[in-house]
């Protein structure tokens, strides 16, 4: 089963910037749907971003135009590039490996920590 480590947490002022990494320890871009999640204290986790194995990327719409999400190949790393923070971004931040049809059918953003593998999750704090 692959593992994800995940990278680039922190604290950042708002209107400032963070990427976080998630590195596996195998190729997963031809296999899995590779998706970042959050969950703000006392708040279900929520999907933010994915990356299918056709290099199709998804959002949620509260992150459109602020996150951007994509891979290094070579490294078996999948990123989330942040910007424009705000308050309510704070949270921990996971990325998750999951099956190439949650992407593929639209249902990526409904993973729940009993399906797929997942990440130990970075801490992100917007001030």
């Known amino acids: 089963q692959v593992q994800l480590v995940e990278s680039g947490g922190g604290s950042v002022e708002a209107g400032g910037s963070l990427t976080l990494s998630c590195t596996a320890s195998?190729?997963?871009?031809?296999?899995?749907?590779m998706g970042w999640f959050r969950q703000a204290l006392g708040k279900k986790r929520e999907g933010v971003a994915a990356?299918?194995?056709?290099?199709?990327?998804y959002y949620t719409d509260f992150d459109k135009g602020r996150f951007a999400v994509s891979r290094d190949t070579a490294k078996n790393t999948l990123y989330l590039q942040m910007n424009s923070l705000k308050p309510d971004d704070t949270g921990m931040y996971y990325c998750?490996?999951?099956?190439?049809?949650?992407?593929?059918?639209?249902?990526?953003?409904?993973?729940?920590?009993?399906?797929?593998?997942w990440g130990q999750g970075p801490q992100v704090t917007v001030s």
């Open positions: 998750a490996a999951m099956g190439w049809y949650e992407c593929a059918s639209g249902s990526w953003s409904k993973l729940t920590p009993a399906f797929g593998v």
């Open positions: 195998r190729s997963t871009y031809n296999t899995y749907c």
């Open positions: 990356l299918g194995n056709d290099v199709r990327t």
